[in-house]
DNA sequence: GCAAGGTC
């Protein structure tokens, strides 16, 4: 019997399907010489201090570093504590069965680091010996499926990936562990102050953020604004300077001539310039968009977003959920049509599904060589019926942005009028000539910038137009906005594009802060430790969070930096570079970071207010 | 009690 493993049963029952094998056993498919099985995602994670003879939190520990690191089973949280997971427990025994028959293993799980990762720790865990193959493709169509059985590579052929996958792993527990006793016990353990290669840069993001905006100083400048009249059309014109002196705008307030000063037309219009713009469909939703979509129209979590998505997976109507892609192969693009003619009788899209099936789509989002491990979200065309509000309202978001994807662009007209009087004016204006995409959720909540007109009247070049009034206006600049979920998720996205090394910069290309299926419970975890708050759709730091980035932020781990030189290196480790000299070099900086923390975090509980420590403390 | 990573 050969053994597959998938890394989750969709792909195992994917799988099953392309070889005809349809016998549904416990735990696994069978059927033409194959049996099927699955894991889901990490059965197995790198086991805790105690495990080690680490019991409980001491400073005489620090740093711990085990000689070799032991396995456990994923634990889940009960009224009892932590216990090892059953349905995990029950799937290892049916995987070990499994592999004590097997003639030969086939891995199958998802083709990247953690992929690996998920494999090796099975395999290793149960001691199994057998050679094992490996399927390595990045389609799911069923032709790939076919064709990567064919080319099944020996799986030694990743031994260097495991490598890599297996340092990530050992090291965010050095680091995150060894910094998280550090820190909580030398500033007095009352409560845990956690630390991580993730966490804490993300901390410092929103921190840094905040206090830029607590310390903002507002300045006062000065514009000056026109309103003219075209033959009953009135339209307003801005000055083109912004004055920080109050005179210098006043100064050219008394030179305008409206009609007020005596002036019948002392508006000269210098320029129209009229100029079509073409916005092109945004890509398809992959799971980050979507959670910034859900947040910003609905308010959801990222969290929220993303176990309402998992349901709608779990129920078959939508594509694979945590997907980094906005992109989709070829293959699936002929799929396309059929799915959009499934939503013709969607009531809100409908019409706009009918409007596709006459014009060739839109093809942006069409591109196999962005497909990573998975492609964009997309329904699967089975009938939704009877969702919840809130899952119909993600199940829609995913429906709406197919029809998007593939629609055409918006064309609009951007008018800019330049006017003298005194001093140079200019109006803008926007029109969409066709709406294309935009027409899917007709809402165009382009945030209108208050000199906007929304159309203006025709004008000439060389007319003189009455000024029927005149402002001086006053005005402050404003701070950047607080992070909410939405624009912290971009900024974890993009978080290496700011980073000035260009190595390092590059080593992050692909990655960001976190990964897609991490993101949520990295914000949902800073909430627990009592870092962050929300506080309507902000995301907003206590003075725990602020004091606790008070300690570290010129540290390294609060740096996105730390990952980028990570993933440079378990790049190179991947490519056959030594493990050793990595794991030192991560060794030396868990035992200079504990010791720094160590030192620093009696300092901590004076940076706190007293409202939120000394109150328990008393 | 603690990381980050994956998923039901």
Redesign the pocket.
Known sequence: MKIVIA????VARELAKVFGATTKKNGYIEGKGYSFTWA????L??A???EYGFI??RRQHLPMLPKKFKLAI?KIKTKE??VDDPAVKKQLDIIRQLFDEATEIIVAT?AGR?GELIFRYIYYYLKCKKPFKRLWISSQTDEAIKEGFRNLKPGTDYDTLFNSAHCR?ES??LV??NA??AL?ISAG?R??L???????PTLAMICSRYLEIKNFVPQTYYQLSIQLDQQGQIFKAISVNSFDKKEEAEALFEKIEDLKSGFPNGGHILDVEAKPRKEPPPLLHDLSSLQQEANKKKGFTADQTLSLL?NL??SKLVSYP?TGSRYIGDDIFAGIPDLIRKVSDHPDFGKQADFLQTVSLNKRSVNAKKVTDHHAILPTGENAYGLSADKQAIYDMVVGRMLEAFHQECVKEVTKITVESGSLFTANGTVIRSAGWRSVWNDNEEEKKDEDNPSLPKVKKGELLPIIEKQLLEKQTKPKAMYNEASLLKALETSGKEIEDEELRYAMKDTGL??P??RA??IE?LITREYIIREKRNLVPTSKGLAVYDVVKDQKIAQAELTGQWEKRLEEIRTGASVTDFKSEITDYTRTITNELLAAGATLLDKMSPKTESVKAG
């Open positions: 890394e989750k049963p969709s889901f995602g990490h059965l994670q790198l805790p201090p105690q409980g939190w994923r504590g932590f998802d953690e792993s965010d527990w995150g562990m998280t006793q909580s353990a409560s845990v956690s630390l991580g290669r993730v966490q804490t998992q997976y779990e945590r976190g990964t299926a991490t419970s990295i975890t």
